[in-house]
């Protein structure tokens, strides 16, 4: 399918080939296309956007959680071997993360392991636009949060994460 599509075109696809063009948009959680889907048609790129962050934020804490755990470790081990999805390697290699020092990498992976231990699920941060020390300042910044705030966080950037990822298949 050629991308981006038209408005026009999201909006005339069945339910199954709107599933299988934005199932991917939210790391391997193809329920969040499925319950934005329901939203259309859609009026703008906006109203398609807000229909995605709204199936994520309206989704009880069971859904939200496994959504929040579907995410890679940012240059953790899955980046390195290559088993994150098309947008994470595309997204983590566009943030310098696919060409770390090993001190570099030895530093995300003790922040990666810092913020598990601490939160229980990956430190989640839409990286477009980011520098490795952008990523990793926001790694210190976030690491005091409360569990609420964070999981709250983690949220947003996901929705953040979605946004973008749709602005790249849906024309404006």
Known sequence: MRLPLSLAEVNELDASAFADTFGDVAEHSPWVAEA???????????????AFAAAILSADAQSQRALILAHPDLAGKAAVAG??????????????????????FATFSRANADYRERFGFPFILAVRNASKHD????????????????????????????????EDRVAP
């Open 36 to 50: 934005a889907a329901s939203s259309r048609p859609f009026s703008s790129r906006e109203a398609l956007i807000e």
């Open 83 to 104: 088993d994150v999805t098309a947008d994470s390697a595309r997204e983590q290699a566009g943030a310098g993360l696919g060409a770390l020092t090993p001190d570099e």
């Open 135 to 166: 990523i990793l300042a926001a790694f210190e910044r976030r690491l005091p949060n409360t569990q609420d705030a964070e999981f709250a966080e983690a949220l947003a950037q996901i929705c953040r994460i979605v946004r973008f990822r749709l």
